[in-house]
Each structure stands twice: as C-alpha cells, then as structure tokens.
C-alpha cells in the first residue's frame, strides 16, 4: 500500500525540555512535570467542555525521532521489534501522552505529566475514560521486567 495520509497539527507543546537527552521517558514517570499546549486559533471551538476532564490523552507527531523498525528501549537492553515498544523511533513517529489537565485558558491547556519536546506538533486529544481506556491483563511481554527500570530511566541518543 502506498497510499499516503495526511495529518495537520491542531497545536503545539510548549516545553522546559529543549532536547531528548535526559527527558522523561513516558508520562506516568513525569507526574509533576508541567507542560502546555497551545491549540491553533481555528481548532478552539473544539475545547469546548474539556475542562470536564482531569486526564487528556495526546496524540503528537515526534518531529525529532528518527524511523526504526527494530530498537533497544529506554527500559531494557536488547533489540525488540519497534511495534512490541513505545519507543518514539516508530514509521510514522506518532506519540501517545496521558497528561493530567491543570487548567485551560482560553485555547491554552496547561497540564503535567509532561514527557514532550518544546515544539511537539499536537495531531489529536482524546478525553481519558478509565471504563473505557483500562484493561487488566498479565501479559505485558518484555515490560514484565522493563517496569522496574522506569522511575530512574530518562531519555538517551538511542533513538537519533
């Protein structure tokens, strides 16, 4: 298939994080970490509402991250399959962030849990609904073992 899809951005993440280095890797690492993303002018009518909400989930475009099909995560140290991780060096480099809404000010959300580059490009928000968003399970593959590294583990140039 080589059909292309085109996404536009409908805002952009502004950040104390400049670069990848030493950057939270997921949010739930980066509870306190605060961030804001600023919605375009004609996408504001689509806030409306969202302050109902406590956790967003954030569809971004990795603009920094390079395309691998195979990679050593943050959490482990050996190669998987890049679709069996949530590394950022991904085909289409689309991230997924479960923030906490603080505060929305006019097309301003101010949030933490704040694992984005200062100038990610936003493609999508979707509310949080844990009755629709959790599942239980005991099969999380090699994440079983990964966990136990998250709280100390920050971004590296594994994934340039």
């Known amino acids: 298939m080589t059909d292309t899809i085109t996404l536009r951005p409908i805002g952009i993440i502004h950040s104390p994080f400049q670069s990848t280095q030493g950057m939270p890797i997921q949010t739930v690492a980066a509870a306190d970490a605060e961030g804001e993303l600023e919605i375009f002018e004609e996408f504001t009518a689509g806030l409306r509402d969202i302050e109902g909400f406590e956790f967003l989930i954030l569809l971004t475009h990795l603009h920094q991250a390079v395309e691998k099909l195979e990679v050593v995560p943050f959490m482990d140290t050996v190669s998987h399959g890049v679709f069996a991780t949530r590394a950022p060096a991904r085909p289409n480099r ?5 923030v906490k809404l ?17 100038g990610t490009p936003v493609i999508d928000i979707k509310p949080y ?32």
């Open 102 to 118: 603080v505060h929305l000010n006019e097309r301003i959300l101010r949030f933490r849990g704040n694992d984005m580059l200062d």
């Open 94 to 98: 689309i991230g997924l962030s479960i």
């Open 129 to 160: 609904v844990p009755q629709l968003d959790v599942r239980q399970t005991e099969h999380i593959g090699w994440f079983g073992h990964g966990l136990q590294r998250l709280p100390a583990t920050v971004s590296d140039d594994r994934m340039s």
